[in-house]
Nanobody
Framework: QVQLVESGGGLVQAGGSLRLSCGAS????????MGWFRQAPGKEREFVGA????????YYADSVKGRFTISRDNSQKTVYLQMNSLKPEDTAVYYC??????????????????WGQGTQVTVSS
């Protein structure tokens, strides 16, 4: 079982930056691909980015490529989402998620077995 807790959300002006953190409880953390997803009001949950367990290679949605960066610190069992040049359309609840151990990165939320509770990010114009 992997428990995930996100932090770092908040209110920021357009053009600003935030860094989200996601701490994990499992000793197997380094063996899990980790993803970030977001869900805006009235919209479906969408893929933001992910980092594999053995690279670490990173993958991003086109909408955030060049602005967001995912990294992980396996010694701290934490994955980060650095968000720069934020736009009002980035406003959403952001979730981190973990896949089964040794799984390849997936862009689909259906392939992630463990989820955090989410953290709100609000970007004002």
């Amino acid at each position: 079982q992997v428990q995930l807790v996100e932090s770092g959300g908040g209110l920021v002006q357009a053009g600003g930056s935030l860094r989200l953190s996601c701490g994990a409880s499992a000793r197997s953390f380094s063996m899990h691909a980790m993803g970030w997803f977001r869900q805006a009001p009235g919209k479906e949950r969408e893929f933001v980015g992910a980092i594999d367990w053995n690279g670490p290679s990173t993958y991003y949605a086109d909408s955030v490529k060049g602005r967001f960066t995912i990294s992980r610190d396996n010694s701290q069992k934490t994955v980060y989402l650095q968000m720069n040049s934020l736009k009002p359309e980035d406003t959403a609840v952001y979730y981190c998620a973990a896949e089964k151990i040794f799984s390849s990165v997936s862009y689909s939320s259906n392939d992630y077995d463990y989820w955090g509770q989410g953290t709100q990010v609000t970007v004002s114009s």
